[in-house]
């Protein structure tokens, strides 16, 4: 972009942001708008293909609004670097001062509260393509569904918000996972946590890892149900290093003298390489219990006293039937969905009845997470009530 128009289009954006300013723009803005907002404020960045399987019909109606609330700050927008060749990367979309006057004000929060703050240097910070990948799995989950009658992805967490799912009273030694979701099948929700392994970090910190989710299911409540943890790792090193962990986090609690630990957060990996082959759907998870066995998703611990969701109210299935999926991109542009950052009440087994909870667990401290109650015990099968909210 030449200086000419850079300084053309900067003058085109609100110069100021301001509540009052933000509050005056509100009887301008959607539901599906806050949702954005709320959305990136949640997973920190976005392109334009993720948010259009997410909350639009077409590329040209994403393409319109976001440019309109690009324009009232309410978004920014970067393009990262790309070898010279291969044409201009899509948009990458983060939460501006705007969005984060509304994400405070839809969370009951002040400004100063909200722990946000805005980033400039997102085309060279060092955990941009953590950050995609990590993104690109789930949204690349969601795609997947999108062909399968029988499964769907209903919610999909941050990380501050997985942390505080995990966590109980305590706030010392933790696992933060990079994302997490609640994967819909027959059988009911099947709820994990991602780690994204890329490589750098030590085998020795990766193996912490492992120790951090024994830690935190050996404090967790008795009722909490089962969790499944994956992994996703680039080499068969640091996948067996993964194994040893576990296996040495399990003799040593072995030789406690009346202590019997039987784990019900069952750890699965896979290789970063066998999983772009086969897709996250795929029989390409092995457990790190030692066996050799390959299995989906699908087929993990699900929660069976959470009550079913219908469908057609999971992630990606809200707009028109006719979207398609996502154009694959090389470079670190990920085809990714975003979970709903805000649902109305369960009242009638709507996936959106999450909204006040989700709200709740951004607001209140990790160790009230867990009373503030999930999803309804089945009571037979559920049906949606009404066309599904597309607000926060």
């Known amino acids: 972009m030449s200086d000419s ?20 723009l509100v009887r301008h803005l959607t539901e599906r708008d806050r949702e954005i907002a709320l959305a990136l404020y949640e997973h920190q960045l976005l392109t334009t293909d993720q948010l259009t399987l997410l909350f639009f019909s077409s590329s040209r109606r994403a393409q319109d609004r976001l440019r309109f609330l690009f324009d009232e700050r309410v978004v920014d927008r970067f393009y990262p670097p790309r070898p010279h060749g291969l044409g201009k990367p899509q948009a990458h979309w983060l939460l501006d001062e705007g969005g984060a006057i509304l994400v405070a004000a839809s969370l009951k ?6 722990g946000w703050q805005r980033r400039d240097d997102w085309g060279s910070y060092p955990q941009l393509v953590h950050r995609l990948e990590v993104n690109r799995f789930v949204t690349d989950l969601i795609a997947a569904t999108l062909e399968d009658g029988l499964l769907g992805v209903s919610e999909w967490w941050g990380s501050r918000s997985c942390s505080g799912r995990l966590s109980g009273q305590e706030r010392y030694s933790r696992p933060v996972p990079d994302t997490g979701f609640f994967l819909e099948t027959a059988r009911g929700p099947i709820e ?14 990766l193996g912490n890892k492992v120790a951090l ?9 008795p009722e909490r149900a089962p969790v499944n943890v994956l992994f996703v790792v680039p080499t068969q090193r ?6 040893d962990a576990l296996a040495a986090d399990d003799e040593r609690r072995s030789k406690i003298r009346g202590y019997r630990f039987e784990s019900k957060w069952p750890p699965a ?3 970063d390489s066998e999983l772009a082959a086969g897709g996250p759907l795929a029989s390409v998870w ?29 992630l990606g299935r809200r707009s028109a039937p006719r979207r398609r999926r996502p154009r694959s991109q090389s470079s670190p542009s990920p085809k990714q969905s975003v979970s709903r950052l805000r649902r109305q009440p369960r009242s009638s087994g709507c996936a959106n009845s999450c909204w006040p909870r989700r709200a709740a667990i951004l607001t209140q401290p990790p160790g009230a997470i867990e009373a503030l109650g999930e999803r309804p015990r089945p009571r037979g099968r559920l049906t949606a009530a009404g066309p599904v909210g597309i607000g926060p």
């Open 109 to 114: 929060l002040e400004r100063k509260q909200l």
């Open 269 to 271: 990996a896979v290789l």
């Open 5 to 24: 128009n850079r300084s053309r289009a900067l003058r085109s954006r609100a110069v100021r942001v301001s509540a009052e300013r933000v509050f005056e």
């Open 213 to 221: 989710y024994r830690h935190a299911e050996v404090h967790s409540p």
């Open 286 to 314: 092995q457990s790190l219990a030692g066996s050799t066995d390959r299995g989906r998703l699908c087929d993990l611990p699900a929660r069976t006293e959470l009550a079913p969701i219908e469908l057609a109210r999971c």
């Open 238 to 243: 640091r996948l067996r290093a993964l194994a």
């Open 192 to 205: 994990c946590y991602l780690e994204w392994d890329r490589g750098t970090e030590t085998l020795e910190r």
